[in-house]
């Protein structure tokens, strides 16, 4: 899960840097020719043996994949990445608060949503783009706001560590 979750972080921010060459769209192409080749390597599937009934999940998938990533680019071009990845990571955290009916895991979802809502509320140097010291103000904000969710968080997660998964429903 950590390994999955830096991975897409990793190169959601490697693909933020590649915008003013490739645009989002070309970032999403390449992104997923380099999943695909990885995959390639790592699973070592015998792809000339796959039927019309295998292929339709893979391609579908692919899809799926594309159109989230190009979505989340799309926002990261207009929104900035911080706040894009932050919004995106508020699905997961509704699912897994939807199926909690734990108080810990209530003040955990509460924390993450006072971080998401200080890193949403706009100040003067956030909108200057001008403003040499804003891109630190903007990551020391964000630090001071997600630091403190994610200890929580984590610290739920160490506290459920014994809890068996919730079954999907």
């Given amino acids: 899960m950590l390994g999955s979750g830096l991975s897409n972080q990793t190169g959601a921010s490697i693909g933020a840097l590649a915008f003013p060459v490739l ?26 043996r796959f039927t019309a009934a295998q292929w339709r999940p893979v391609l579908g998938l692919a899809l799926v994949f594309a159109g989230m990533n190009l979505s989340l680019y799309m926002a990261i071009e207009r929104i900035g990445l911080g706040l894009a990845v932050t919004l995106e990571f508020l699905g997961p955290l509704t699912v897994a608060l939807a199926g909690s009916r734990r108080r810990v895991d209530v003040a955990a979802a509460v924390a993450a949503a006072v971080a998401v809502a200080v890193l949403m ?5 956030m909108m200057s783009a ?40």
Avoid: E, K, M, Y
């Fill in 23 to 48: 645009g989002p769209v070309g970032v999403v192409a390449v992104r997923q020719w380099v999943a695909a080749v990885i995959l390639g390597a790592v699973g070592r599937p015998r792809l000339r």
């Fill in 121 to 125: 509320r706009p100040t003067p140097a």
């Fill in 130 to 169: 001008s403003a040499s010291r804003s891109s630190s103000t903007c990551r020391a904000r964000s630090a001071r706001a997600v630091l403190p969710a994610a200890s929580v968080g984590a610290w739920a997660a160490r506290r459920n560590s014994s809890r068996p998964p919730v079954a999907p429903v």
